[in-house]
């Protein structure tokens, strides 16, 4: 006589409901990383232009040179502060896409992590020539 079983067969590893359930931290991470730069960088645009209307200061119509951003910042410059907020804003891409690639490859999936290294180079050299031009 065959047995009777009450339990569902587990799912394959590899199959998409449990994929997807692998991948849920990865998700989080990601939201949380561009939900926290996207905060960071819209407050250190509001401070810097709350700083120029307070002054009376003018804005540039470009950022600092990336040398001078700092020093711009620690004198208590609008244009500076708002620089910073750019610099912020361009980050915040930067480390999403790390925190992507470490997760795909916790969760072991190494050719969507290895694809995530790949955005991340070439993020990285598109920032690296916009700021030192």
């Known amino acids: 006589m065959a047995e009777v079983s009450n339990s569902s067969p587990s799912p394959a590893p590899d199959a998409p409901g449990n994929r997807a359930l692998n991948l849920a931290p990865v998700y989080r991470s990601a939201i ?13 645009l509001a401070l810097g232009l709350a700083v120029a209307a307070i002054k009376g200061e003018s804005l540039k119509h470009s ?4 040398p001078d951003v700092l020093p ?3 004198d208590g410059k609008a244009s500076g502060i ?16 790390l925190v992507v690639a470490v997760g795909f490859f916790r969760a072991g999936d190494r050719r969507f992590g290895a694809f995530s290294l790949v955005v991340l180079c070439v993020l990285t050299i598109s920032i690296s020539l916009s700021l030192f031009r």
């Open 32 to 44: 949380l990383v561009l939900t926290r730069g996207f905060r960071l960088g819209a407050a250190l």
């Open 63 to 66: 950022a600092e040179d990336f």
């Open 72 to 74: 711009a910042v620690f």
């Open 82 to 97: 708002v620089s910073l907020a750019i610099l912020c804003l361009m980050a915040t891409p930067v480390a999403t896409v």
